[in-house]
């Protein structure tokens, strides 16, 4: 009967595959028609053949490379800084009072504003280039990491504190075997958002704050030459990168650390 | 139902009516960081760390802010920043729920949107940018469609999340006790997911709002708080986009406090789904 319940789940897997695919194909058949139907002009709306090879052509040069390499240094450095003052400062706020009591006013005070509101007052602070685009990030990315970090550990079941405490363990123990694992699920739902934040925030500075190099650059540089072509490879590119991020990294370190734990049920994907 | 829920949550303090003078405290104690860094920031200011054009004191910029408001500038560039986001977000509401539900509940609806969401969003909302810029011209028309388009995929996945994430032994205790299908959604799945819906449109506000002012600063609006930052970088005026920018975290705020929190003491807490 196990068995039987496998060959279902497979059944119905494979289906998912199929109809996945056909819908990719439809769509993509559409939009073909749409470009090739001569409606838009061709230079706005390039048909998918031209945006493979300009896609290849510039990845076979190296520049779209180069341009991934710059804004991958920049996300990286700005996401690892939001997550080195993220997670602690989530903690702290959530196991004292009086770090909460300082800080939480502060942040719901900054995070509506939006990260791109501060690019222009940052390109005149430290001009244009690395540091303004890396700020940018990681002051997109902290929120996230420090609220998610927050009510994640404030919404570990106090049951299991006490039960952990009525069987002996002491305050380290606690922390690592309980509120670390309890809290996980928000903590990594928090590194998700950081992290589509970040990606957001890096795409918007550089289209502003960039010199010559990084993927928004690029796309915004092509608008003002109407190279759709080059924009919409470039945003396949930029979608890739995120897509890998989203389903590979943040979808394994799910995988080896809240699943196992059994903290969320398996969605589908 | 709602009240065994809502007992059999622990509750730390014993919420009782707040005295004057402990809601004095409280404000007193929600003030005292921005003392804090209004203090750090004067001191910058006036050591001169930067220069005093492009890190002004907080008097300037209050004065400037009063300055812009009585003008009716100030006042103007906000009232079409937020009527830009409402309408972007509408539509982004109306969309996200609508699709994130049905891919929830129907597997062959999830087999089709999925694939396609899941290329769409892991692009910035602010790529597509220069794409609508093309398509749609500069203007209104190209920032609405941008902000529905961009924040309607924090709705989606989580109002399809939560539908997901009704326990299973509630849809099937109330299908044994004979919930037609309806009832079903309205009683149980709609409930039980309305704490991800409501979280998604939280999401989804803020990233229309975030997104919002980067599309004005690039679209070109005639008025608009974006374009008010923007604009003052090309003359220096850091007051005015110091001022621009506290009306931005205001709105947020109002946003957040006078929308959402309403919203979900209304239905979430009462439901007991979460304490507030």
Redesign the interface.
């Known amino acids: 009967m196990g068995n039987d319940h496998v060959m279902t789940e497979q059944g119905?897997r494979t289906?998912?595959i199929i109809?996945?695919v056909v819908?990719?194909a439809a769509?993509a058949a559409l939009y073909e028609l749409l470009a090739r139907s001569g409606y838009?002009a061709p230079a706005?709306?390039p048909t998918i053949p031209v945006i493979v090879r300009t896609l290849i052509a510039m990845i076979a040069n190296g520049t779209m490379i180069e341009h991934a390499a710059f804004t991958m240094y920049r996300v990286m450095f700005g996401f690892g800084l939001a997550i080195a003052v993220g997670i602690p400062l989530g903690i702290l706020m959530a196991r004292f009072h009086r770090v909460e009591?300082?800080?939480l006013?502060?942040v719901?005070?900054?995070?509506?504003?939006?990260?791109?509101?501060?690019?222009?007052?940052f390109?005149?602070?430290f001009g244009i280039g690395n540091l303004t685009t890396i700020l940018i990030v990681f002051y997109a990315a902290t929120f996230p990491m420090v609220f998610n970090t927050w009510s994640g550990v404030r919404s570990v079941n106090?049951?299991w504190l006490r039960a952990a405490g009525a069987m002996g363990a002491d305050e380290q123990k606690l922390f690592w075997k309980v509120i670390i694992p309890g809290a996980s699920p928000f903590i990594i739902t928090g590194m998700r958002?950081a992290f589509?934040r970040a990606?957001?925030a890096?795409?918007?500075a550089e289209?502003?704050a960039a010199s010559d190099w990084g993927?928004?650059w690029v796309?915004?540089d092509?608008?003002e030459f109407?190279n759709?072509d080059i924009?919409?490879a470039?945003?396949l590119v930029?979608?890739g990168i995120?897509?890998a991020?989203?389903r590979l990294v943040f979808g394994s370190i799910e995988r080896a650390t809240v699943q196992r734990w059994g903290m969320v049920?398996m969605?589908?994907? | 139902m709602q009240d065994a829920v809502t007992t059999t949550i622990?509750v730390?303090e014993v919420p009782d009516r707040p005295q004057a003078r402990d809601r004095l405290r409280l404000v007193l104690?929600?003030?005292?960081?921005?003392l804090?860094?209004g203090a750090i920031w004067e001191i910058v200011a006036w050591a001169g760390v930067?220069p005093r054009r492009?890190?002004p004191t907080i008097e300037e910029v209050a004065s400037t802010f009063a300055r812009l408001t009585v003008t009716g500038i100030l006042p103007h560039h906000a009232f079409d920043t937020v009527i830009r986001l409402l309408s972007g977000f509408a539509l982004a509401a109306i969309i996200g729920v609508t699709i994130g539900v049905l891919m929830g509940r129907s597997?062959?609806a999830?087999?089709?949107?999925?694939?396609?969401v899941?290329?769409?969003a892991?692009?910035?909302?602010?790529?597509?940018?220069?794409?609508f810029?093309?398509?749609f011209g500069l203007g209104n028309i190209s920032a609405v469609l941008l902000v529905g388009f961009v924040s309607a995929f924090p709705i989606l996945f989580n109002s399809w999340?939560g539908v997901?994430?009704v326990k299973e032994i509630w849809v099937r205790s109330a299908q044994s006790m004979g919930a037609d299908d309806r009832r079903l959604f309205s009683h149980v799945i709609l409930p039980g997911a309305l704490p991800y819906i409501l979280t998604g449109l939280r999401?989804g506000l803020?990233q229309a709002?975030?997104?919002?002012?980067?599309v004005e600063?690039?679209a070109a609006v005639p008025w608009g708080?974006?374009w008010l930052?923007?604009g003052?970088?090309e003359f220096?005026n850091?007051d005015a986009?110091?001022a621009?920018?506290v009306v931005?975290?205001l709105?947020?705020?109002g946003?957040?406090k006078f929308v959402f929190q309403k919203i979900e003491d209304y239905t979430v807490v009462r439901w007991g789904m979460i304490t507030s």
């Not at chain 1, 719901?108 to 007052?121: D, G, R, T, Y």
């Not at chain 2, 104690?29 to 921005?34: D, G, K, S």
């Not at chain 2, 910035?124 to 220069?130: H, M, V, W």
């Not at chain 2, 709002?209 to 980067?214: D, N």
């Open positions: 119905q289906r998912s109809r996945a819908t990719l769509a838009f706005l709306l009591n300082f800080f006013p502060l719901s005070a900054l995070m509506p504003i939006p990260s791109f509101a501060l690019v222009p007052l390109m005149l602070w106090p049951l958002q589509l990606w957001i890096v795409v918007g289209m502003i993927l928004g796309i915004f092509a608008k109407l759709a924009m919409l470039s945003l930029i979608g995120g897509y991020f989203e049920r969605a589908k994907g | 622990p730390d104690r929600n003030i005292f960081p921005f804090v860094v930067f492009l890190f597997r062959r999830e087999d089709i949107c999925l694939p396609l899941s290329i769409l892991p692009i910035p909302g602010l790529a597509y940018a220069p794409l810029l093309l398509w999340t997901k994430a999401l803020a709002w975030r997104i919002l002012v980067a600063m690039l708080l974006g930052i923007f003052a970088r220096l850091t986009m110091l621009g920018i931005i975290a709105i947020g705020l946003l957040e």
